[in-house]
Nanobody, 115 residues
Framework: VQLQAFGGGFVQAGGSLRLSCAAS????????MGWYRQTHGKERELVAR?????????EGSAKGRFTVTISRDNAKTTLYLQMRSLEFEDTGAYYC????????WGKGTQVTVSS
């Protein structure tokens, strides 16, 4: 599976961003896909996931603010993360990957929220 996230940038607290992730390869064999975040000095953590059924689950502060969606077109899968009411603590590098067992990490996208 090849993964690349897009859409990060600088945003003021309270603003919104929409991240995209292009996933190619055998994504159909994964149980689900997830968005992960790595902030400075911390381990990468799961932010949101979406199961093959379409059911989405959010972690911690992402609840009520983030929305994960997925589209599949033959061998191409696109994962989205709509982020609203962004907070300084949302700052970090965002990656998409399979869930529950991530594959090789692709290129992430940096989100920087100014307080």
């Amino acid at each position: 599976v090849q993964l690349q996230a897009f859409g990060g940038g600088f945003v003021q607290a309270g603003g919104s961003l929409r991240l995209s992730c292009a996933a190619s390869g055998r994504t159909g064999r994964t149980y689900g896909m997830g968005w992960y975040r790595q902030t400075h000095g911390k381990e990468r953590e799961l932010v949101a996931r979406i199961h093959r059924s379409g059911n989405a689950v959010y972690e911690g502060s992402a609840k009520g603010r983030f929305t994960v969606t997925i589209s599949r077109d033959n061998a191409k899968t696109t994962l989205y993360l709509q982020m609203r009411s962004l907070e300084f603590e949302d700052t970090g590098a965002y990656y998409c990957n399979a869930w529950p067992i991530p594959r090789d990490w692709g290129k992430g996208t940096q989100v920087t929220v100014s307080s």
